[in-house]
């Protein structure tokens, strides 16, 4: 799939922040969700990986995650479409099997060494505004093996302290940097990308885990 050219948005708001965050000596995003953030940590903590496995991590931010799941020992590549969130990460010494590089996720360039067994986004698609959202679900299952598994943990509907900026008919906040959709929207767009869920973990009322996996 080429890189997409009506892409809804660049998605590099984050950058001005992670800049902001690294002058004041911060080690990544504030977590948007501490429970979501938890999970996948110990989930990471408990895995045991077959030596080959190979994991993909898109919007790694400080990086946390991918560096709990490097040391499960396999091959780790994680990106960020800002380079101050990718030079955090690199600031923490990350051993041989992790790489962290700038990329965006919606272009297919940044991802080194396809497919992968494990692809693996951690509260980004609710920054993915309409049509981008089933693009970049779709680009993940490009580049996911025939056997492997995308994990999408993201806020789902509106939670309280985005109530005010929610706009109901465009499903986007006042500054176009957030997607408020719902589970059945949410439903509709894992069909469109041919994926299917095979697990799914209900964090609160607005934030849950999806495992996909690969419709044939
Ligand atoms: C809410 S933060 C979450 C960061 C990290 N996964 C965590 O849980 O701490 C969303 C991240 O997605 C990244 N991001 C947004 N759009 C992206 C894109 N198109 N390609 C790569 N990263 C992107 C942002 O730069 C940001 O680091």
């Given at each position: 799939m080429a890189r997409?050219?009506?892409?809804?948005?660049?998605?590099?708001d984050h950058?001005?922040?992670?800049?902001?965050?690294?002058?004041e000596g911060g080690t990544g995003w504030?977590?948007?969700?501490?429970?979501?953030?938890?999970?996948?940590?110990?989930?990471?903590?408990?895995?045991?990986?077959?030596?080959?496995?190979?994991?993909?991590?898109?919007?790694?931010g400080g990086g946390e995650l991918a560096i709990e799941l490097?040391?499960?020992?396999?091959?780790?590549?994680?990106?960020?479409?800002?380079?101050?969130?990718?030079?955090?990460?690199?600031?923490?010494?990350p051993p041989e099997n992790l790489a962290f590089f700038a990329a965006?996720?919606?272009?297919?360039?940044?991802?080194?060494?396809?497919?992968y067994d494990w692809i693996i986004a951690n509260q980004v698609l609710q920054s993915i505004i309409g049509g981008d959202r089933v693009f970049l679900l779709k680009r993940m299952r490009e580049n996911l093996t025939?056997?492997?598994?995308?994990?999408?943990?993201?806020?789902?509907?509106v939670p309280e302290k985005?109530?005010?900026e929610f706009n109901p008919i465009t499903f986007v906040n006042k500054t176009n940097t957030r997607f408020f959709a719902d589970l059945r929207m949410f439903a509709k767009e894992i069909a469109e990308a041919r994926l299917r869920v095979t697990r799914h973990i209900k964090i609160d009322d607005h934030y849950r885990i999806f495992f996909l996996e690969r419709l044939p």
């Open positions: 997409k050219k009506d892409q809804k948005r660049y998605y590099y950058e001005p922040y992670y800049a902001k965050i690294c002058c504030p977590i948007e969700s501490d429970v979501s953030q938890r999970f996948l940590l110990k989930w990471a903590r408990e895995q045991i990986f077959p030596e080959y496995a190979t994991i993909l991590e898109v919007g790694c490097a040391k499960r020992g396999v091959k780790v590549e994680a990106c960020d479409l800002s380079e101050t969130a990718i030079r955090i990460c690199q600031s923490k010494n965006n996720a919606m272009t297919h360039k940044g991802y080194p060494n396809p497919p025939t056997t492997g598994t995308i994990v999408v943990a993201t806020m789902l509907g985005f109530k005010e």
